[in-house]
Structure formats: structure tokens, C-alpha cells
């Protein structure tokens, strides 16, 4: 069954739930990105009480383009707060187990054209379904080939 996400915005209010895709940590991390402001501004929207979720395999995007960015210790740096933030339990870092790749891979059968759906966007569909995550904060325009009203996509 097609994923569908909404492109409803949220600026107004503090999403109950919400998953990070790795356009918004980069945008987040690195000054010189064109999203680095509008980034800013909607991580001010979440509260101690917001949901907030990533995965494994959005922490290997990040993590790999923050070094080829910056450096290694800016990716170490950001490594360490994402692992202090999930102690303090204001981040849920999602494992992406074999069974949500094969849904992945399911997913991506569903969408072979245009093929810039990556298996990592997928798998971020597949776990916002699994953990019933109510909103998406990625720059990634891929995203928008998708729509319900179950879940928003910021911005």
C-alpha cells in the first residue's frame, strides 16, 4: 500500500511527534547551507514534550556529509550530542532492522520513476508508519510525491 504525506505545514504549532531526516540535521549543523535559517527556526518549534526520532541510517548520511563538510571532529562533535540527547531521552534513534529494509525495498518497487526515492528515504516512510510518527522535517523534495492526512511534512 503507497505511503502518502501530507505537504500541510505545522510552523504554527509544536508537532507532537517528529521524524529528522538528514536534510534538516545538515541544515542544522552547517552555517553555510542554503536551509541552515529555516532549520534553525523550526528545531525552536519542538518542546521537551515533542517526540523526536531519527535512525541509524539518517545518522550514517549526516554523519558522513558532516566530514566531508567540515571535518571529523565537527562529525564527533555531532556524533556525541546525538547519543547524549537520546540518553537524556529527548532522541529516539530508530534501528532499521532487515524486516524494514525489505519494506523499504517493497516501497521502492512501488515508485521505480523518477528513481531519486533513495532507500533511505523509504526506510524513513517504512519506520514513520511502524512507530506512527504524525510529521516528517526534511528538505528533501522527494518527499512530495507523497500526500495524507496523517502525516505532515515540515517545512
Excluded: C, H
Amino acid at each position: 500500500m503507497p505511503v502518502k504525506l501530507s505537504t500541510r505545514s505545522t510552523m504554527n504549532k509544536t508537532p507532537v511527534s517528529v521524524f529528522i531526516d538528514s536534510s534538516s540535521w545538515i541544515s542544522f549543523v552547517i552555517p553555510t547551507d542554503s536551509n541552515y535559517l529555516r532549520s534553525l527556526n523550526i528545531f525552536q518549534l519542538f518542546t521537551k514534550q515533542t517526540k523526536i526520532y531519527t535512525s541509524l541510517f539518517i545518522i550514517d548520511e549526516i554523519i558522513t556529509k558532516i566530514r566531508r563538510v567540515l571535518d571529523q571532529n565537527e562529525a564527533d562533535k555531532l556524533y556525541r550530542r546525538l547519543i547524549s540527547l537520546e540518553k537524556k531521552r529527548a532522541l529516539n534513534i530508530l534501528a532499521v532492522s532487515k524486516g524494514d529494509v525489505n519494506s523499504a525495498m517493497n516501497l521502492l518497487r512501488q515508485y521505480p520513476t523518477p528513481n531519486t526515492l533513495t532507500l533511505t528515504d523509504a526506510t524513513n516512510i517504512v519506520l514513520i508508519r511502524k512507530y506512527k510518527i504524525e510529521t516528517l522535517f526534511t528538505f528533501d523534495l522527494d518527499f512530495k510525491k507523497f500526500s495524507s492526512p496523517s502525516l505532515t511534512l515540515l517545512p
